[in-house]
């Protein structure tokens, strides 16, 4: 391949060692040459995947490094953390688009460097299993749903004879529920036992709320049974 340009660009297909002859004319008719060697290193390629939901957790990842033709990785996770690990894990702590960046070096200062938009939403609804009314801590004198990210949301209360206890649809603007059961009903305490919880609830998605993963091998269920402890 050849070029009369002044200043030419050129992309060579194989690595190696390649004699470059550059021929000058003035307007008198005189030439001059020069050669001249280029070493054309090989250049890694970047590449990677994401395991989502790393140790079943949402928002932490495994990076797993699939790049070629290379010694050393700088990660950017798109969220101010970096790495310099062959297989990285992080984790996210708010919904968003994240651009990770991975940059690969090889031995001859060669990179190459790939990106990948990771999107981030976080969803859930877990459902206390019992709460006491009379106990010191806070936390748990109240039946409570805790969820996020939810648009729509109908939690109800019945006895084990059927009758309504409680409901509540109310959110907050982070799609969190806001109201608990303090286990009355009518201004009078409800004794000590089980109750019947059943929640309709959907999320800013759109997606369906399958209901709460209660162990391995049973399957989620959008109703189930607390425990009022007095």
């Not at 790393?54 to 950017?76: E, F, H, P, R, V």
């Not at 299993?129 to 109240?142: D, E, H, I, M, Q």
Request: with cysteine.
């Amino acid at each position: 391949d050849t070029s009369s340009l002044k200043n030419p660009s050129y992309k060579y297909p194989n690595t190696g060692d390649f004699t470059v002859r550059m021929i000058v004319k003035d307007h008198f008719g005189c030439i001059d040459t020069i050669d001249s060697t280029v070493r054309v290193n090989i250049t890694p390629v970047s590449s990677f995947t994401i395991t989502d939901g790393y140790d079943g957790k949402q928002g932490k990842i495994k990076l797993n490094n699939l790049s070629s033709g290379a010694q050393n990785y700088t990660w950017d996770f798109g969220n101010g953390k970096t790495s310099d690990e062959q297989d990285p894990v992080t984790a996210y702590t708010e919904d968003g688009t994240y651009t990770i960046r991975l940059v690969s070096l090889n031995q001859f200062d060669c990179t190459d460097t790939t990106f990948y938009e990771y999107k981030l939403f976080f969803r859930g609804l877990f459902v206390p299993n019992a709460f006491a009314p009379g106990n010191t801590n806070l936390g748990t004198r109240l039946f409570r749903p805790i969820g996020v990210n939810l648009k729509k949301y109908h939690v109800t209360v019945f006895d084990i004879w059927g009758h309504l206890m409680w409901q509540s649809e109310k959110l907050d603007e982070k799609g969190v529920p806001l109201e608990g059961w303090d286990g009355t009903s009518d201004g009078r305490e409800m004794p000590q036992g089980n109750y019947i919880w059943k929640i309709e609830a959907t999320f800013v998605d759109d997606s369906a709320w399958t209901g709460t993963d209660i162990g391995v091998g049973i399957p989620s269920r959008t109703m189930g049974a607390v425990v009022l402890i007095r």
